[in-house]
């Protein structure tokens, strides 16, 4: 992808644990078919060798999905998915990293890790999503994205199958959004439809 191209990218980085995977499905489903920008997904799963989550996802899009693999390309237009048991990180060149160091808030993938990482290269170009969960992983991070002049938008912990993850969010002061999911799911589409 061109240099130029590169800098104009926008990525929004979804993650979400307990009770987040309806609100990512319709996340997905009303992703606009042209879209701009990359969509990466950090869910907390369980370690097994066949994923029906990429199937899912992709029987509720037009769009391409794709498990990471490492030293993939971000590219415009695509879903990504973090793979179990991996790390994601994003380098420089706008590739993905998988590392499989210790876990971080019991969990690996950890959204906070993919979460600090796409606020380094992707600063006020990236649109950072936290979802239902029950711990706190992903609010430390979430609030890099905010710091480093990205948009963060947290489901209304009051709305969420689970509220723990984004109350912890809310309580750090990473949100600038506070939505229910309908509310999220449409401001969502209308941003990356823009």
């Known amino acids: 992808m061109a240099e130029n191209k590169l800098n104009l990218l926008r990525v929004v980085v979804v993650g979400g644990s307990a009770g987040s995977l309806e609100t990512v499905l319709a996340l997905v489903t009303a992703l606009p078919a042209r879209m701009k920008d990359a969509i990466i997904l950090v869910l907390h799963r369980k370690n097994d060798s066949e ?6 996802m992709s029987n509720k899009t037009a769009l391409p999905v ?6 993939d ?4 237009g695509v879903i990504y998915i973090a793979p179990p048991d991996y790390h994601l990180l994003i380098e420089n060149e706008y590739t993905f990293s998988l590392d499989s160091s ?5 969990s690996r993938p950890s959204i906070d890790v993919t979460f ?7 600063r006020e ?13 992903g609010a430390s991070g979430l609030l890099k994205i905010k710091a480093a002049g990205g948009l963060t938008i947290v489901q209304d912990p009051l709305s969420a199958e689970v509220g723990y993850m984004p109350q912890q969010a809310v309580d750090l002061g990473a949100a600038v959004w506070v939505l229910n999911e309908s509310a999220l799911v449409s401001n ?7």
């Open 116 to 122: 600090e990482s796409v606020a380094e290269v992707f």
């Open 188 to 194: 969502l589409k209308e941003l990356l439809s823009a």
């Open 125 to 137: 170009r990236a649109i950072g999503v936290l979802l239902s969960g029950a711990n706190a992983d």
């Open 102 to 106: 210790e876990k971080v808030h019991f």
């Open 51 to 56: 994923s029906i989550l990429g199937n899912l």
């Open 66 to 71: 794709r498990e990471v693999e490492d030293k």
């Open 73 to 76: 390309e971000i590219r415009p």
